[in-house]
């Protein structure tokens, strides 16, 4: 970077690339003091893939490269102030990770292209899950913001419609609905056929219709990860999730009843693949025993019926 303070790169420079070799913050490599930042003022392009940006350096560049079109880093994090309205030319952005603070606070809005390896959502598995209340609420602030700054972003609309799968890792626990409703903005740009993740909830039926009106009325492939299963949920899948045609209930907080499978299964309205975790081939046979004579003695035959024509019932075996 020594010689990027030459004062004859002023007028010329418009593209720019440094690396080296491990992550480090930016700020670390060309400090905020450093005569260099005066000689960037006309670059478009900034390819610093192994840099890390806070909000000291987000700032920074906005100030310092007012040009900027594309910019290259390795991550994004610790942002604590919105810079969504800033004005700037940003058009392209890549990074290996995005937080949920650097989703809700960067200037998305004229992207036309928004890259992040680890996935372009507001909520990520790696961010520590909030320990207490106070946490929790600051958290779920900042998942709003990050979907409806997504939302306002073509680039950021394009990634979210490109991801085939997405996770929802931790629930507030007073009105855990809330977590559904903070994504609701970006409901118009998920694949059909995701595959959404439901960690850690304790899923009942206000939950489930939640999950339905906000972001999976038109959900296919569901996954209740580590979730305690309440009665009331079975039916609200049916009623809530009209287009779901794939349910894996893996690693159930609780056994998994064979009593609610097999009552949920003779009430399918349609055609639904159901994937429990944690049974054995014993209880799987037990409860497609109990389905057979259950679709017998609704249809008033004294003999076992085929396994209803609407289900298919399959045990996952790596589940514990």
Request: a negative charge; hydrophobic letters at 40%.
């Amino acid at each position: 970077p020594g010689c990027l303070s030459q004062p004859s790169l002023h007028q010329h420079l418009r593209k720019l690339e440094i690396d080296w070799a491990d992550p480090c913050p930016v700020l670390d490599v060309l400090p905020l003091d450093s005569p260099t930042w005066s000689n960037l003022v006309n670059l478009t392009h900034l390819n610093l893939e192994r840099a890390d940006l806070n909000q000291a350096a987000v700032d920074l560049i906005l100030d310092r490269l007012p040009r900027l079109e594309l910019l290259r880093v390795q991550r994004v994090d610790d942002m604590t102030e919105s810079r969504r309205d800033a004005p700037c030319c940003w058009r392209d952005l890549s990074a290996k990770w995005l937080s949920t603070s650097a989703l809700a606070f960067l200037p998305l809005r004229g992207l036309t292209t928004l890259t992040a390896d680890y996935g372009a959502w507001p909520c990520h598995y790696d961010n520590p899950e909030p320990e207490d209340e106070e946490e929790q609420e600051e958290q779920l602030r900042l998942v709003a913001q990050a979907a409806a700054n997504m939302a306002s972003s073509p680039g950021a609309r394009e990634a979210v419609l490109k991801e085939t799968s997405h996770g929802i890792p931790w629930f507030p626990s007073s009105q855990p609905e809330r977590m559904f409703y903070a994504l609701s903005p970006l409901k118009p740009y998920m694949q059909p056929d995701m595959y959404l993740v439901v960690n850690g909830a304790d899923m009942d039926a206000s939950l489930v219709r939640a999950l339905g009106v906000s972001i999976g009325s038109g959900l296919t492939c569901l996954e209740f990860f580590k979730c305690t299963l309440q009665p009331c949920m079975w039916g609200a899948v049916w009623d809530c999730l009209p287009a779901l045609e794939h349910l894996s209930l893996v690693k159930s907080g609780g056994a998994v009843q064979v009593a609610d499978v097999v009552t949920f299964c003779a009430q399918a309205p349609r055609k639904l693949v159901l994937w429990v975790g944690g049974w054995t081939e014993e209880q799987l046979h037990d409860a497609e025993q109990q389905l057979r004579a259950s679709v017998a003695t609704a249809a008033g035959h004294s003999h076992a019926e085929p396994m209803h024509p609407l289900v298919d019932l399959r045990r996952i075996v790596r589940a514990g």
